[in-house]
């Protein structure tokens, strides 16, 4: 992962920075782990492949399909530009990259999300990029 040194310390960011660093390592219990119970994932926002009614990936065990079946079908990188803190939250400026079973690399440049409870559980991962978007490379 790459990230930007210097960062104020924040418990979203350390929330968003444990998320990547699980999905990284291919940790699936790790990355579930983060997740509140009400948890939800739109990943990208809106109606995708991934999530045909656009109302997002809603409790663990949804969470956990989005996993199996999205995050679990490759290798990812994440190399972050940018994350603005502000109140529960995090948001993270830049490139999500994957590489397919195939050997196909898939970007996705965008603005990442992840909003916290007051426990430091992740309530929302919000994924703004755009299919349409995608480079490959």
Same mark, same amino acid.
């Given at each position: 992962?790459? =990230? ?5 310390? %924040?418990?979203?960011?350390? @929330?968003?920075? &444990?998320?990547?660093?699980? *999905?990284? /390592? ?5 990355w ?16 995708s492949? =991934? ?5 997002? %990936?809603?409790?663990?065990? @949804?969470?956990? &399909?989005?996993?199996?079946? *999205?995050? /679990? ?45 007051? /426990?430091?559980?992740?309530?929302a ?13």
């Amino acid at each position: 992962m790459i =990230f930007p040194e210097g960062l104020p310390e %924040h418990p979203a960011r350390r @929330a968003s920075l &444990a998320s990547m660093q699980a *999905v990284e /390592a291919a940790d699936r219990d790790g990355w579930l782990a983060l997740f509140a119970p009400e948890g939800v994932v739109e990943d990208p926002i809106g109606p995708s492949p =991934f999530d045909p009614d656009g109302t997002g %990936h809603r409790g663990l065990e @949804a969470i956990a &399909a989005f996993y199996d079946n *999205v995050i /679990a079908s490759g290798s990812v990188r994440f190399t972050i530009r940018e994350s603005w803190e502000a109140g529960p939250e995090v948001a993270n400026v830049g490139r999500i990259s994957t590489t397919m079973a195939d050997g196909t690399v898939v970007h996705a440049d965008g603005v990442f999300t992840y909003r916290i409870n007051d /426990a430091g559980q992740v309530l929302a991962l919000r994924a703004f990029w755009s299919i349409d978007r995608l480079t490959y490379g």
